[in-house]
């Protein structure tokens, strides 16, 4: 039988996301193929400030404190998501009493606070940290988000201090989607770069890697490997998956943040998956992890974002309620055939 950790070892980590009821050891066979594939672990949702922080002076540790004993339990490198993020973020955060957005100083402050608590509750265990995530656009210029607009480009640099204070021996990753576009690229090393200027430690860059059938080129992912591996960093791939269905963006133009609605041509595989599909995209992987492997000195880890189709977040974005197959395990945690593409 396959196992992914092994046929890597030595190489680089292969991790998963957990979802709430996996962290909650609800579903066991879920859980028994985490345990038997993979050797890190990212949680997908609850670390994010919006749940680990809903309110000022409130931290909810019930899933992430089982999330960390679990990776523990079980000889896993665990991976922390995400601290500084403008999505899934609470609304308290920005404002103050009143509804007024907080001063610079304010937001400052909570920053260091939420950073000190969260990384120093669990420094030692938690091994990296998602410390900013998506912060450029894919034009390569930074995003306005709340951070931004309040205190300024500084934030990034804040966010990394704050960081480095409570663990010194955490790495700590600057995180983004779309990596592989020439201009995101540029304004990421663009970044970086200031910032190591600026003196500030940063270990490494995260891929996340939500690629799909047809894009992006592995010439053009490649070349972001290398590129942040010339800035003296590690890159991981954080949050792989491959969707299969058509994109919604090619068709309608619109902006990320635009919303689509269900359509059925919009959900062609719903009764399962035609073989052209499926050769397509096992070809896919494999090409993706042979570039993995041919950079294996570059690359510390490659996560999933998610355990099996069922569970992917693809099935519901950008387009609410299709039927993905995104991942490597099937809707009954079966491996699919692209893992023996992979490992061939
Ligand atoms: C996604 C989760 O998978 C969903 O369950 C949630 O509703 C939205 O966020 N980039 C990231 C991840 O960094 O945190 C996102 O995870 C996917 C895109």
């Not at 010339?230 to 133009?253: A, H, R, Y």
């Not at 189709?309 to 974005?317: I, L």
């Not at 039927?323 to 692209?338: G, I, M, W």
Request: hydrophobic content about 35%; proline content about 4%; overall charge negative.
């Amino acid at each position: 039988k396959s196992v992914l950790k092994d046929a890597y070892a030595g190489k680089f980590y292969i991790g998963t996301a957990l979802n709430e009821s996996q962290i909650e050891g609800k579903n066991e066979k879920e859980v028994a193929l985490v345990k038997e594939q993979f050797n890190a672990i990212v949680a997908e949702n609850c670390m994010k400030s919006e749940r680990i922080h809903p309110e000022e002076n409130t931290y909810d540790f019930t899933l992430p404190d089982k999330f960390v004993a679990f990776g523990e339990q079980n000889g896993m490198q665990i991976n922390g998501h995400t601290l500084i993020w403008h999505s899934q973020a609470p609304e308290w955060f920005f404002e103050d009493g009143d509804g007024n957005t907080v001063s610079r100083e304010v937001l400052i402050q909570r920053m260091k606070e939420h950073i000190h608590t969260v990384v120093g509750r669990y420094k030692g265990r938690v091994k990296t940290w998602d410390v900013v995530n998506e912060a450029v656009l894919d034009n390569g210029n930074l995003r306005k988000s709340k951070f931004y607009e309040i205190i300024g480009e500084d934030y990034l640099k804040l966010a990394f201090e704050f960081a480095r204070e409570a663990d010194p021996e955490a790495k700590l990753y600057y995180n983004d989607y779309s990596t592989a576009l020439p201009e995101k690229r540029k304004g990421i090393v663009r970044m970086v770069r200031k910032l190591q200027e600026q003196g500030v430690s940063i270990d490494g860059i995260g891929m996340q890697g939500h690629v799909d059938i047809n894009t992006p080129a592995i010439e053009e992912f490649e070349k972001s490997i290398l590129a942040f591996s010339e800035l003296g960093v590690k890159v991981m791939i954080t949050e792989f998956d491959m969707t299969v269905l058509p994109s919604p963006w090619e068709k309608t133009g619109a902006e990320v943040s635009a919303k689509f609605e269900y359509s059925k041509e919009m959900d062609p595989y719903k009764e399962g998956l035609p073989h052209n599909i499926v050769r397509t995209f096992d070809s896919r992987c494999a090409a993706f992890f042979k570039l993995f492997l041919k950079h294996e000195d570059k690359i510390s880890r490659v996560t999933f974002w998610g355990v099996n189709d069922g569970n992917s977040w693809r099935n519901n974005w950008p387009v609410p309620g299709r039927t993905d197959y995104p991942l490597l395990f099937d809707r009954n945690n079966q491996p699919k055939s692209a893992i023996d593409s992979i490992l061939a």
